[in-house]
């Protein structure tokens, strides 16, 4: 008989949460799980892969940030569905998931923090801590999300650690030319990609002060920040008041990420906390070194020399500084993102991933 699972997140945007749930839902072997995703706020994108794989997608309709009449719907649908096991992704389901759980008399409940969340504050810990102490397991991707939630008083011992998991590379594959193109940059130039939404959290303005104390010094490189976001408008002032374009471009939300990056240089990310970011995964699957901030999420996956470089948050100077390091040490680069590929294809797989969650999801309570 097989188990059923209620894999419960706030949206079906295209945020890396989602993606890692979507990925196990799609992947969980059909013979012995039966899973069910329901949305608490509103539908996303995402979900149309999941649909498309015969996996039934719930939206609660969440109002407002207290809504109670949510708590009830969704108690209401679990009792319906007598899930064996409901796991909850992110703040907002991770709250209103464990707590309708717990009212609907689930046998296991499960949670996921997928990020150091320094936005948080003692409400929110308390909140946490008190789901806590019902919660069976608690997924997360990084060892520095588990450090983290460990000193605003969680257990650790309820943490399971499962890095992301990454598809092996599509067989799309582009020239050099005509990923330039795509992007708008010059085939003479040294191209740096970075990848997300562009919200606070990314500190994209470091980037782009980088971008321009590297341009100064060789004046051929090109960093371009794919994604978008609620900080589009303030980040494009910020770029044309401090560097030119030829420097730094904005090229949007893109779905061809994985076909331009065996084009690039270098990857840069500079944000001031992950859990364990795709977009580094996807980067170092393709080969290409990469050069973050030092944060937690960060340092699960680049090893410093090994697999890419660390800097400090927030030292522009030091970016550029590693980056020329990088570009005019080509055989180093070559190494750093070898290196890192083979360490993406042997840590990072989705069916170890899968496998680490389905034996979560068959032990016994």
């Avoid at 509103?42 to 809504?67: H, M, N, Q, W």
């Avoid at 364990?276 to 020399?305: F, K, Y």
Wanted: proline share 6%; with cysteine; hydrophobic share 40%.
């Amino acid at each position: 008989m097989s188990r059923r699972i209620a894999l419960v997140i706030p949206t079906m945007d295209r945020g890396g949460a989602e993606k890692q749930l979507c990925l196990l839902a799609e992947n969980l072997p059909r013979d012995t799980f039966e899973v069910h995703v329901i949305l608490l706020t509103r539908d996303g994108p995402r979900s149309e892969t999941l649909r498309a794989a015969g996996i039934p997608v719930t939206v609660i309709g969440k109002r407002f940030k207290a809504d109670p009449t949510a708590l009830f719907r969704l108690r209401r649908e679990l009792v319906r569905l007598k899930p064996d096991v409901v796991h909850t992704w992110i703040f907002a389901a991770n709250s209103f998931g464990r707590a309708a759980a717990r009212l609907a008399r689930v046998p296991m409940i499960m949670a996921s923090e997928r990020c150091v969340d320094p936005w948080k504050t003692e409400s929110h810990f308390w909140v946490d801590r008190q789901l806590a102490k019902f919660t069976d397991a608690i997924t997360t991707n990084s060892t520095g999300v588990v450090d983290f939630y460990a000193d605003h008083g969680i257990d650790r011992n309820k943490f399971c650690v499962i890095p992301n998991g990454i598809q092996p590379p599509s067989g799309n594959r582009i020239e050099r030319d005509e990923a330039f193109a795509r992007l708008q940059v010059p085939l003479d130039r040294k191209l740096i990609l970075a990848v997300g939404r562009l919200w606070p959290q990314k500190r994209y303005r470091d980037l782009i002060w980088a971008a321009e104390l590297l341009g100064t010094t060789r004046d051929d490189t090109t960093l371009v920040i794919l994604g978008d976001g609620p900080q589009r408008g303030e980040l494009l002032r910020f770029r044309d008041s401090v560097t030119i374009p030829e420097r730094v471009r904005f090229a949007g939300t893109r779905h061809d990420v994985a076909e331009l990056l065996p084009h690039a240089d270098l990857f840069w990310i500079g944000s001031e906390y992950e859990g364990q970011s795709n977009s580094v995964i996807e980067a170092m699957q393709a080969a290409v070194p990469v050069v973050a901030s030092d944060i937690p999420g960060n340092r699960d996956l680049v090893l410093p020399g090994v697999t890419g470089m660390l800097v400090p948050l927030g030292d522009t100077a030091d970016f550029a500084r590693q980056t020329m390091t990088l570009l005019e040490s080509p055989e180093l680069a070559a190494n750093l993102g070898k290196t890192a590929q083979k360490r993406i294809e042997t840590e990072f797989t989705v069916d170890a991933m899968v496998q680490r969650h389905a034996e979560l999801y068959l032990r016994s309570r």
